[in-house]
């Protein structure tokens, strides 16, 4: 007995020898984790650029800046400034005003605002060109609101392929607020339309360095009178219930709901009653999209100059993985609430739906409250990896004049209408006691 | 046999604390912290405000990095610069070089940027030389 335990325990120890240094050197020793570089704070840094192929993170590559009245951003351009909304923030349906996104076009865009001087002027082809301080739209209109997305034109510009020229957003050139201010139907009808008057145009207090008659010099957006837009179009002085901050256009900016944020002019300053059509560059070059489905083409058309060109307008459906964001691992077996948001500029969201396995096999998400056609919708569902190994979550909105997500890329100059639908692998680890 | 024994206790004992401390670092992994320097930023200090109607969010900050080191440079600087911060530049993607000679000329004809023909082709030269696919490093 004795004996044979002794045989059994030398072997076995010697055995046991080796498993430790196995053990050692496999796994969990910081040194020994070092050479199998298992350890996240061994992967290398996030590079400084992306491209030519897409850029395949969710957000853009760039560092975190602070700038006034503002949470750290991801920065595009420092002047003018370009900030891009980190991904995490979008697990609230209504974006905070410190965390969303800024898009200036020209650099002299405005550090401060004297109110005691400021006016908002109503001109052009009106019966009486009027001006109106702050205080005068906070007390002779009724206030309204709209809870209201705003998305840049070239959201989610970096994963074109080929990649275009401009700024080379992630998916954060985006945000939801409630929006509050005077009905611009309200301000139009106090000045008083002339007959005849085709567009209304928008302008702010911000201005470039080129010069005049370019659209370096000066930004002006114009929206047709007949567009029935304008009767849902707002002027806000409020932001989720607060003063806009000055990066985001303090005192007042235009929040047209459904439009991309092309035409939400920020410090908007004038409004201008046109007889003609709007030539302006921004307006006759500049955000404008393919006259096809979808707004895509190729750069081979667009060589052969075939393409017509229409302005942009309203936003294609959209909807977001926002949580989890892949930064860590999952166990398997565990359960974990899969959550995001989902928008469309044609109205309301009616459907979100989720898949594991990457858009072969979808099932209907749980949405969350209704914020009205122009908000973000939240939606969730719990979703539990069974076995070890990589998942590619996929989403899939659906609005509700029944456009569904695709999952084909889109392709024009400007780097607009990206709407794809999202994918994010998630990685579940084994949770088997036990197991080597 | 007394020897013997005793042999055999230790190694079990032995045995038993290596296989203890084996089954800890088979656990966890603990006390790394890595040798990269963490990102960080400096607070920012609170302005101070007087009840005017002045609403003043101060000046906003630059972030411009070093461009690369060539022939054409200074020019970028000074003319791109006129309108725009050059981190313009560093944004971008790679751009093959027929872009980079589009865009130095949408800046020209579209944007009206006052540009003289021959700093034009300098600038065009410098973009395609350092932040094409197949030269871009930073």
Redesign the interface.
């Known amino acids: 007995m004795?004996r044979e335990?002794?045989a059994v325990?030398?072997r076995?120890?010697l055995k046991?020898?080796g498993?430790?240094g196995g053990?050692?050197a496999l796994?969990?020793?910081?040194h020994a984790?070092r050479a199998t570089a298992a350890?996240p704070?061994d992967a290398k840094?996030l590079e400084?650029?992306?491209?030519?192929s897409a850029?395949p993170h969710w957000n853009s590559v760039?560092?975190?800046?602070?700038?006034?009245?503002k949470a750290?951003l991801i920065?595009?351009?420092?002047?003018?400034?370009q900030l891009e909304t980190p991904r995490h923030y979008f697990r609230t349906v209504f974006t905070p005003n410190e965390a969303f996104y800024v898009r200036w076009h020209?650099?002299e865009?405005p550090?401060?605002?004297?109110?005691?001087?400021w006016k908002l002027r109503i001109e052009g082809n009106v019966n009486k060109p009027l001006a109106f301080s702050l205080s005068d739209l906070l007390q002779k209109f009724k206030p309204a609101s709209v809870a209201a997305v705003n998305q840049c034109s070239g959201n989610s510009r970096?994963r074109l392929q080929p990649?275009v020229?401009g700024?080379?957003w992630g998916n954060g050139a985006m945000g939801n607020a409630l929006w509050t201010g005077v009905r611009l139907r309200e301000l139009l009808d106090a000045a008083g339309v002339k007959s005849g008057s085709l567009q209304v145009q928008f302008e702010g207090l911000d201005t470039?360095?080129?010069?005049k008659?370019?659209?370096?010099?000066r930004f002006q957006k114009s929206l047709d009178l007949a567009n029935s837009v304008i009767d849902e179009t707002i002027v806000a002085y409020l932001m989720n219930g607060e003063a806009l901050?000055?990066?985001n256009g303090?005192?007042v900016r235009l929040v047209v709901p459904g439009y991309f944020a092309t035409y939400w002019t920020k410090s908007l300053s004038w409004i201008r009653v046109l007889d003609t059509p709007d030539d302006n560059?921004w307006m006759k070059?500049a955000y404008r999209i393919p006259d096809t489905p979808r707004g895509t083409t190729t750069p081979e058309d667009l060589k052969g100059g075939k393409v017509k060109t229409i302005p942009i307008e309203r936003m294609p459906v959209r909807s977001f993985l926002v949580s989890p964001d892949g930064s860590s691992k999952i166990p398997a077996g565990l359960g974990v609430t899969l959550s995001g948001i989902a928008f469309s500029g044609y109205g309301n969201v009616v459907k979100v739906e989720v898949s594991d396995n990457g858009g072969s096999h979808w099932h209907a998400a749980e949405l969350g409250e209704d914020h009205g056609p122009y908000s973000f919708r939240g939606w969730q569902t719990s979703w539990t990896p069974k076995t070890p190994g990589k998942y590619v979550i996929a989403t899939r909105a659906t609005d509700e004049k029944g456009n569904v997500q695709p999952d084909e890329p889109v392709w024009n100059a400007g780097g607009y209408l990206w709407n794809r639908i999202e994918k994010q692998e998630l990685v579940a680890g084994s949770a088997n006691g036990g197991e080597r | 046999m007394i020897g013997k024994r005793w042999k055999t206790g230790l190694l079990s004992i032995g045995t038993a604390t290596l296989l203890a401390g084996g089954m800890l670092y088979a656990q966890l992994r603990s006390g790394s912290y890595g040798s990269r320097n963490a990102a960080s930023m400096p607070q920012e200090p609170v302005p101070e405000f007087s009840a005017d109607g002045k609403y003043d969010a101060g000046s906003y900050p630059s972030f411009t990095p070093e461009l690369a080191a060539g022939d054409g440079k200074l020019e970028v600087q000074s003319f791109c610069a006129t309108c725009h911060s050059t981190r313009y530049i560093i944004m971008q993607p790679p751009l093959p070089r027929a872009t980079w000679d589009a865009e130095v000329n949408k800046m020209i004809k579209v944007y009206g940027a006052p540009i003289p023909e021959a700093t034009a082709k300098r600038i065009t030269a410098y973009l395609q030389e350092h932040y094409a696919p197949e030269n871009r490093k930073e």
């Open positions: 004795e335990t002794h325990s030398r076995s120890a046991f020898f498993a430790a053990t050692l796994a969990n020793w910081t984790t350890s704070d840094p400084s650029f992306t491209g030519p850029n760039g560092p975190y800046v602070v700038e006034p009245q750290p920065l595009l351009t420092d002047r003018p400034v020209l650099a865009i550090n401060a605002v004297h109110l005691t001087e970096s990649r020229p700024g080379q470039g360095a080129g010069p008659g370019f659209g370096s010099s901050p000055m990066l303090f005192p560059f070059t």
